[in-house]
């Protein structure tokens, strides 16, 4: 799957700038460590290509809370997720209950927007998702092993959507748990070994279940 940066940062009305910041510093009342980082939005998508622009995490934000805020237009911030392979089973995460979006659902892991780190143009979906696997598990790009794009799936209500890809990591499930709460970043408030005879309780993230009937 190839990602372009070829579209340019939308221009919003001035009611839409006004909402948009009257949100934001709402948010930052309850997250006061929210970041207004350059994140992803597809404009097209197609088998092969993700044609868009970059975007304001503040503007995604934005519509999370208030979807109709752009009118006719949606904005499609593009998110990675893993669909983890550890030595004894599938790994999924769930969400911390102080998580600003889908709060305590259980989603593949590692996931997180498409950002631009370091002010760069060129998107690579893999390299996206080793930085989520250090940010949030603690574990490094040498000790994961991305393969392709498994899916693309829409968020009905937000418009996110997830490329889910496979990653396989040469750790048993304790000792990923134990990397995750000594280096991870608190993403997670517990990660679960999938078993055939043992589900997890509460609701999960679309994408999950989708990646699940693929694996």
């Known amino acids: 799957m190839h990602v372009l940066v070829d579209r340019p940062l939308p221009a919003l009305t001035e009611a839409q700038e006004a909402a948009v910041s009257r949100i934001w ?8 460590a929210l970041y207004n980082g350059r994140v992803f939005c597809a404009d097209d998508i197609t088998p ?27 904005l499609k911030p593009l998110a990675v997720v893993g669909l983890m392979f550890a030595q004894d089973g599938v790994v ?3 969400r911390a209950d102080t998580s600003i979006y889908l ?27 080793l930085a989520e696997c250090e940010e ?13 794009c498994l899916l693309a799936c829409e968020h009905p209500s937000t418009h996110i959507v997830d490329i ?12 990923l748990q134990k990397r995750c709460r000594e280096q991870g970043n608190a993403e997670y408030g517990a ?18 279940a989708a990646l699940l009937e693929l694996s």
């Open 191 to 208: 990660l679960h070994l999938i078993r055939p005879d043992h589900t997890p309780e509460g609701p999960v993230v679309p994408t999950l």
């Open 48 to 74: 092969s290509h993700i044609h868009g622009h970059w975007s304001e995490y503040r503007r995604v934000l934005a519509q999370m809370k208030e979807p109709g805020i752009y009118g006719d237009t949606v």
């Open 136 to 148: 949030e598990l603690g574990l490094t790009p040498a000790e994961c092993q991305v393969g392709p």
């Open 25 to 32: 510093a709402d948010a930052l009342q309850s997250y006061p």
């Open 103 to 129: 709060p305590g659902y259980w989603q593949g892991a590692p996931a997180g927007n498409v950002e631009s780190r370091a002010q760069e143009n060129i998107v690579d979906l893999p390299t996206q998702l």
């Open 92 to 94: 999924i995460g769930r």
């Open 164 to 175: 889910g890809m496979r990653i396989d990591v040469a750790l048993s499930f304790s000792d």
